[in-house]
């Protein structure tokens, strides 16, 4: 480093080495001459280093750290609500979307409706025999099927007739068409269905639901086992493993309809069971009860899921618009703060602007730091508040049982948020600090 | 050689209503080494003069050379490259950056030219021991006595190596002891080379200068006001 001749002491002495920084042969050898030693010039940067803007905005932001608490109190809140608002939305749908398996959104069941009679509520119809045929005519019907509950005697495994009542169960019976299984999603553990022969022709074949051949002592139906309900012997020609989309099936004895309406005068089916394919199931639960019976199809009601588009608005969307005005306003109230405190910060310091432009830096330059300050402020805030709002999202499902779902997008961009409105409340302070005069500014004080 | 300063028929006037001539015609050639006080009473154009002289403010009238360079009518822009690397401004009310160390504050004129890190500090440094503050380098300045900020604001000056240093009013704040010190400081850089303007209304201060001017209601005169 080459330093001139007036970095020399010459009165104070015996100077403790401040030339020892200076160990350049140069400074030594421009001890005799007149000359100044050649210096070099500086240039000023067209835009400051990243590096030192940063590092004077920093340092002008932390320099007040309960202010900047309070500036940042608006952005906080505003990005909070923001963060909240979407994350409970996007929690609230995504539980509703795991309880809408596929089982569920493809199931619609038809039931003759009720209406009031002298003993309480009676059945304000009667579904016809062949309704699963008439429905399997719809588009979007993968398979139907009816379905019918009768209580009959107690059922046991053994024809002998023990007297103590020991063996014998309240079993619940139950009719069913051949369709019913595929319907219902049901799978055999073990042997076979029913088909239509043994409809028509009224054979006294039962399946087994798998609870219900527990309870019966029969596993396997390869030896033709049979089950007596009251004293009618029946063979059992398969054991359910599971029915996903009627669980009662796997309680009971179930027998074709033909059996049941023969032996035990069953007069109409309780429901049909209808799959569709995915998508299909609002259409047909319109449509179905004017296939059972076109002349009056008000008097069935219709179970069919949710429209999954529905449900989740209907969660959100009052929430939502609640919470994002109240976020927007506070966001507004934020960025109005923000360029308040920064325009106050302005006047307070205006001296340090003026000593900055003496020392050579330009009005960008100056207009540059304070607006990265209300950038930082805005972006601390964002920071802050998408933390507030992520810990009350997950609070929140945790308080309900619910997964917290947040899109990872949303917590990077709400931070970012945070920084555009430090950028535009910070427009106005910096312009008004750019054009501070130096001679004003440190004549001030 | 080229004087360091060279002001002809400068004036500088704000516009009114009434128009205030603050500066009249000031000629004024100021050589290197030399160490130079300005006087008179408050509301004479001092202030202006200095603000003139260090290339925060534009004459409305006349020839300003700086180091030889016509700067009178330079761009914004190039007068605040200007005042960065051939000025170096000392005031009255030290105005040093609170919350940043003594270092910080030598080095904030670097910030806004391209010098590297490593050479910051060396000079910073440099200019610290030069005014005899290399012990409190990494003080806060809101800790330091009324002197020792005022050495702290020279130092920041020389950093730059500048080719003027321009004072006003440097001991404006300070008890006697501390203004000494200052002045023997300046006494020291001046013989090191330095040339130097101090403005003043102190007749102490101005009469450690080697030559004297005094400004009256704008105008400029060699000596000591009658």
């Known amino acids: ?445 | 050689m080229t004087p360091v300063v060279r002001m002809a028929g400068v004036g500088r006037s704000f516009p009114g209503p009434p128009e205030v001539h603050a500066v009249r015609e000031v000629d004024l050639v100021v050589e290197p080494g030399e160490y130079l006080s300005i006087a008179g009473p408050s509301g004479s154009g001092k202030s202006t003069l200095l603000h003139l002289l260090g290339l925060l403010d534009r004459p409305t009238r006349g020839s300003y050379w700086l180091d030889g360079e016509d700067v009178s009518q330079l761009s914004e822009r190039r007068r605040a490259v200007l005042r960065g690397e051939r000025i170096g401004f000392v005031f009255q009310a030290f105005h040093l950056l609170p919350h940043r160390s003594v270092l910080e504050n030598v080095a904030l004129p670097m910030v806004y030219h391209r010098i590297p890190q490593r050479e910051r500090v060396e000079r910073s440094q440099a200019a610290l021991e030069r005014v005899g503050l290399g012990h409190r380098m990494e003080f806060d300045p809101a800790t330091l006595s009324g002197g020792e900020r005022q050495r702290v604001a020279i130092a920041r000056a020389l950093v730059s190596e500048p080719s003027l240093l321009l004072a006003d009013e440097p001991t404006g704040n300070l008890d006697s002891a501390n203004a000494a010190s200052i002045l023997d400081l300046f006494d020291d850089l001046h013989a090191g080379g330095l040339t130097l303007a101090v403005i003043t209304h102190d007749q102490g201060v101005s009469g450690r200068a080697q030559r004297r001017v005094h400004i009256v209601d704008g105008i400029m005169a060699e000596g000591v006001a009658a």
């Not at chain 1, 995504?94 to 619609?108: E, H, K, L, M, P």
């Not at chain 1, 051949?178 to 999603?185: D, I, K, N």
């Not at chain 1, 059996?259 to 089916?269: C, D, E, K, Q, S």
């Not at chain 1, 995915?278 to 899921?305: F, H, K, M, T, W």
């Open chain 1, 1 to 445: 480093m080459r330093l001139p001749r007036w970095w020399r002491r010459t009165r104070t002495e015996p100077v403790e080495e401040p030339l020892s920084l200076l160990s350049d042969p140069l400074v030594e050898g421009a001890e005799g001459d007149a000359d100044v030693v050649p210096r070099r010039r500086w240039r000023l940067q067209r835009r400051m280093a990243w590096r030192d803007l940063l590092e004077e905005s920093l340092a002008g932001v932390a320099a007040r750290p309960a202010r900047l608490a309070l500036t940042t109190l608006g952005t906080v809140l505003g990005i909070a609500a923001l963060v909240t608002t979407v994350g409970i939305g996007q929690t609230a749908s995504g539980q509703i979307s795991q309880r809408f398996d596929a089982v569920a959104a493809t199931r619609v069941v038809v039931e003759p409706g009720s209406r009031p009679g002298p003993d309480g509520e009676v059945a304000a119809s009667q579904l016809p025999w062949d309704a699963d045929e008439r429905v399997m005519r719809l588009a979007g019907v993968e398979a139907a099927g009816t379905y019918a509950r009768f209580h009959q005697d107690l059922v046991s495994g053994s024809p002998a007739t023990d007297p103590t009542g020991e063996g014998r169960h309240d079993v619940p019976t139950a009719s069913a068409s051949p369709g019913l299984f595929a319907a219902v999603r049901a799978e055999l553990a073990t042997g076979r269905y029913f088909d239509s022969g043994h409809d028509e022709r009224g054979d006294q074949v039962v399946i087994l639901g798998k609870y219900a051949a527990e309870r019966l002592g029969v596993n396997r139906v390869d030896s033709q086992p049979s089950i007596f309900i009251g004293d009618r012997p029946f063979t059992v020609i398969g054991i359910l493993d599971s029915a996903a989309g009627r669980a009662e099936l796997q309680d009971a004895v179930i027998m074709p309809h033909g059996t049941a309406r023969g032996l035990y005068g069953v007069r109409a089916p309780d429901a049909v069971d209808i799959r569709t394919a995915i998508g299909a199931a609002q259409q047909v639960g319109e449509q179905a009860p004017i296939a059972v019976d076109p002349n009056n199809p008000e008097l069935y009601q219709v179970d069919v899921p949710p429209r999954p588009g529905s449900l989740r608005e209907s969660v959100t969307a009052d929430v939502n618009a609640l919470f994002l005005v109240l976020g927007g306003v506070a966001l507004l109230i934020g960025g109005l703060g923000i360029a308040n405190i920064t325009l106050l910060s302005v006047l307070e310091r205006v001296s340090e602007i003026g000593l900055r432009r003496a020392v050579g830096a330009t009005r960008p330059h100056v207009a540059l730091q304070f607006l990265v300050e209300s950038i930082v402020i805005g972006f601390l805030g964002g920071l802050v508040g998408t933390a507030v709002g992520v810990l009350v999202t997950v609070g929140t499902s945790a308080v309900r049982d619910w997964t917290p779902l947040l899109d990872m997008r949303l917590a990077v961009a709400a931070p970012l948020l945070g920084a555009v409105i430090g950028l535009v409340a910070g427009t106005y302070p910096a312009w008004r600090a750019s054009a501070i005069e130096p001679i004003a500014a440190l004549r001030a004080s």
